[in-house]
């Protein structure tokens, strides 16, 4: 008995040093995108309220963009886990580029912390295009297969899963168009250039007026939008929405995990924080830990099934 | 929405936010002005501290670092020939030329007094008419974007220098750079070697940097001691007040320049560049003495210092009604907006009315004060590297150009690039290569083709949908005069020549 209750305190003592110093220096949160993108001023967000709640530590945003955000993707999947490097996550785009490229990392290569943003897409069109319904514009592509066109950011990302997923449960057939990003798609879109857009719903937030919103993408309707039916409401089984969140290498000390996810936790739980999130136009959804790794999970699936059925190079 | 605007100028003209721009002008002329680091940089380095400002003061220093940096590019490419920013390549045109005979000082007052009236033209377009300019963007799809990189593209041909056929070869190594990197719509990877470094393609910078600030510097290295000709040591920078009178004979420039800026400006992705190039080209055109064009002539260097300012607070005009940010700059200042939770849209002017038209406000403050502040004190302190030692003054612009490259995106792998184009770039200088058809093909070559790709899978692979529309025959007809006009002209013209005398 009393050997058991030194045994715990030793081993208490032994424990207590890494999780009291965690941290005892900066920890860098990986951006896999140029500073002033959404996922930095996610991160720069997030990093300044993580600050807080692990009381005082400092926590530094180092910007790695390249190849789509992979270079950065890489760098944290290859880095020590100990707490101090930290890197902002996207899916799906983060996991497709596993599928279409060769890449040094996969799903299981990282320690899933927290979830943020859940932005659904949208299947959209512009107010003067004539398009009232999904019904309709479905309609159109299945009288006349790949008559209408539909604009998109680049293609390998939730835009183009939301799609490609839609034509298929829909049994139509789309000309995918893809722009260097949504903005630009969404350009188009109001000029008249492409017939219609998936793009996630934030991107459609401010465009009211020129923008119909035909069908959110979700599980449920969203929010932002509450007027605006969801596929599934219409019949299509689709669900596709862009997630943002933060991870840290695979392997992460359980102590220092669980120190970063109550912090994360109490980060979310700051209404000062969800103010400013919504400020900048960001649907929340909140998941943490196993959840979020399941998620990925799943995503991961999707993006491979959709790679082996209709790769797109 | 005027009242709008009025109502926000009291906040804009309060002591912290004047002293913001202010600020932001300053540094942005030394940023423009040291080879490597741009606009770019300096703001994305700002983005991250505007968390805790005040939007306007944020705001402010933004505008103010823009315009300053477009004026600040024209220094070294006046006193150097190594322009400080891309959009700086066609100052280098005239500016080089008359600092050697010694008219140095002159030809920056051009480029500070160019500067300060494209971007307060600029300003005025963004204040008074960024919703119906904003109706322009939206006329240009894909297939409409294609033609004008081809109008481009044709109409500054002269760039091609006296050997077409170097020149043309120069074109082709700037549209072979703009083809490395994933492919524009499947992302295919394409003479990247397996670099992840290299599928997002060569920044603009990276090869300007080599490309044109390596060889004059390994010039000014080559002969540390060679005597050089007392006239380009020497400014001439006489007072701004007595050279104004002279500049006042380029109105119709900066009035052409300033409309080709605003226009270039509002079509996404063609950037400062172009539209220097092209005001130059123009007023090239139209000048009564065109061989003195290229040999120092001063209306050379007002024609391209105007549109590249022109361009600034218009190409805010697609970032803050669309969304679209047309040029690289425009794209970190709408995440330094993001970052005040002010979303870009429609809905942006009449939401937060105060920040938006204050921030009009500041472009138009920053250009102006471009003018005290560029003018003398810029001018003077920048000009007097020219009295640095050959080699210090060499080895100070290396290592800058190192930095400036290496922090574009934090890699080595981008500097080893650079040293690369400089090593091409030394050899073209020697074999007379001209060098601005390489820039010009990178960037509208990689413009084109996506263009030109998306509109062909818009109309699913038909070509007439290239022409469906009148903005595209439009262009097309421009394109054709651009390029058969001046023939034409000469045959009919020798023609009537010969007929007289027959």
Redesign the interface.
């Known amino acids: 008995m009393k050997t058991s209750i030194w045994a715990l305190a030793l081993a208490t003592l032994a424990a207590t040093p890494a999780l009291a110093e965690y941290p005892e220096k900066p920890i860098e949160i990986i951006v896999g995108y140029?500073?002033?993108?959404?996922t930095?001023?996610m991160a720069?967000t997030v990093g300044?309220f993580l600050e807080e709640a692990l009381g005082g530590a400092s926590v530094v945003?180092?910007?790695?963009?390249?190849?789509?955000g992979?270079?950065g993707f890489?760098h944290v999947a290859a880095a020590k886990p100990d707490g101090y490097t930290l890197g902002t996550f996207n899916m799906p785009a983060a996991l497709a580029l596993t599928y279409?490229?060769?890449a040094d990392y996969d799903a299981k290569s990282f320690t899933y912390l927290a979830n943020f943003v859940e932005d659904p897409n949208t299947i959209v069109v512009s107010k003067s295009s004539g398009y009232d319904t999904l019904e309709a514009l479905i309609e159109d592509s299945r009288a006349n297969p790949?008559a209408v066109?539909m604009g998109l950011s680049?293609?390998?990302g939730n835009d183009h899963f939301a799609a490609l997923m839609m034509a298929k449960s829909a049994n139509s057939e789309f000309?995918?168009?893809?722009?260097?990003?949504a903005?630009?798609a969404?350009?188009?879109m109001?000029?008249?250039?492409?017939a219609a857009g998936t793009m996630a719903l934030s991107?459609t937030?401010?465009?009211?007026?020129?923008l119909k919103v035909l069908a959110v993408l979700s599980d449920e309707r969203s929010p932002f939008a509450p007027d605006v039916p969801t596929a599934k409401e219409r019949g299509f089984d689709v669900e596709m929405s862009s997630l943002r969140g933060v991870v840290a290498p695979v392997g992460l000390e359980p102590a220092v995990a669980d120190k970063l996810l109550s912090a994360l936790a109490a980060v979310n739980a700051n209404p000062e924080f969800q103010k400013?999130m919504a400020?900048?136009?960001n649907p929340m959804n909140y998941i943490a830990g196993a959840d979020f790794a399941a998620i990925a999970e799943t995503q991961s699936e999707v993006a491979r099934t959709i790679w082996e059925t209709t790769p797109?190079? | 929405m005027y009242s709008d605007l009025l109502h926000a100028l009291p906040q804009v003209l309060g002591l912290t936010n004047f002293l913001a721009v202010t600020i932001g002008v300053i540094a942005g002329i030394v940023v423009g002005a040291l080879p490597g680091l741009s606009a770019t940089m300096a703001?994305?380095?700002l983005?991250?501290f505007t968390?805790g400002l005040d939007p306007l003061v944020a705001l402010g220093l933004m505008a103010g670092i823009y315009n300053g940096a477009m004026y600040g590019g024209a220094i070294p490419a006046v006193l150097l020939r190594i322009p400080g920013t891309p959009a700086a390549v066609a100052t280098t045109f005239d500016g080089y030329p008359m600092a050697q005979q010694g008219q140095g000082g002159y030809a920056l007052q051009v480029a500070v007094v160019s500067s300060s009236i494209g971007g307060i033209a600029s300003a005025f377009a963004l204040m008074l008419l960024a919703p119906p300019l904003s109706k322009v963007?939206?006329?240009?799809?894909?297939?409409e974007v294609f033609w004008i990189a081809v109008f481009g593209l044709c109409s500054i041909i002269f760039l091609l220098g006296g050997n077409v056929v170097k020149g043309l070869i120069s074109a082709c190594f700037g549209v072979f750079v703009s083809v490395i990197g994933?492919d524009?719509?499947?992302?295919?990877?394409r003479y990247t070697f397996?670099y992840?470094?290299l599928?997002?393609g060569i920044n603009i910078v990276i090869l300007l940097v080599g490309l044109y600030a390596l060889p004059p510097v390994i010039d000014l290295l080559e002969a540390p001691l060679k005597t050089e000709n007392a006239a380009s040591d020497n400014l001439g920078t006489e007072p701004i007040w007595r050279t104004l009178p002279r500049m006042m004979r380029f109105w119709k420039t900066w009035i052409r320049g300033s409309l080709i800026g605003i226009w270039i400006g509002i079509l996404?992705g063609a950037g400062g560049s172009m539209a220097a190039f092209m005001s130059y080209n123009e007023a090239r055109r139209a000048s009564k003495t065109p061989d003195t064009w290229g040999k120092g002539e001063a209306e050379g260097v007002a024609a391209s210092e105007v549109a590249n300012n022109a361009d600034t607070a218009s190409a805010l005009i697609?970032a803050l009604t669309?969304?679209?940010?047309g040029t690289a700059v425009a794209?970190?200042?709408?995440?330094?907006l993001?970052?005040?939770?002010l979303?870009?849209?429609?809905?942006?002017f009449r939401d937060n009315p105060d920040v938006v038209f204050g921030f009009m406000w500041q472009f138009l403050f920053g250009a102006i004060l471009l003018l005290f502040l560029g003018g003398s004190l810029a001018t003077n302190s920048f000009a007097k590297l020219l009295k640095l030692p050959r080699p210090l003054l060499g080895s100070i612009i290396i290592v800058l150009m190192l930095i400036g490259v290496y922090s574009i995106?934090?890699r080595m792998f981008d500097v080893y690039l650079m040293l690369g184009f400089g090593a091409v770039g030394y050899l073209m200088d020697k074999l007379k290569f001209p060098l601005p058809p390489v820039v010009l093909g990178l960037i509208l070559g990689a413009f084109a083709e996506?263009n030109l790709r998306?509109a062909l899978?818009?109309g699913?692979g038909d070509r007439s949908g290239l022409l469906a529309n009148h903005t595209s025959q439009v262009l097309v007809a421009m394109t054709l005069a651009v390029v058969f006009g001046p023939g034409l002209k000469r045959r009919f013209w020798g023609n009537r020549n010969s007929g007289a005398q027959g």
Request: proline share 9%; charged share 15%.
């Open positions: 140029s500073a002033g993108g959404g930095d001023v720069r300044k945003v180092k910007n790695e963009p390249g190849a789509g992979q270079i890489t279409d490229r060769a790949g066109t680049s293609l390998g000309t995918l168009v893809p722009f260097k990003g903005a630009l969404r350009t188009a109001i000029g008249g250039h492409v991107q937030v401010g465009f009211e007026d020129q400013m400020e900048q136009g797109w190079k | 703001i994305s380095v983005v991250p968390f963007t939206l006329l240009f799809g894909p297939a994933s524009p719509i499947f992302g295919n990877d397996g992840l470094e599928l997002d996404p697609p669309l969304g679209i940010p794209a970190v200042m709408l995440g330094g993001l970052i005040h939770g979303q870009p849209g429609p809905m942006l995106h934090g996506e998306l899978r818009i699913r």
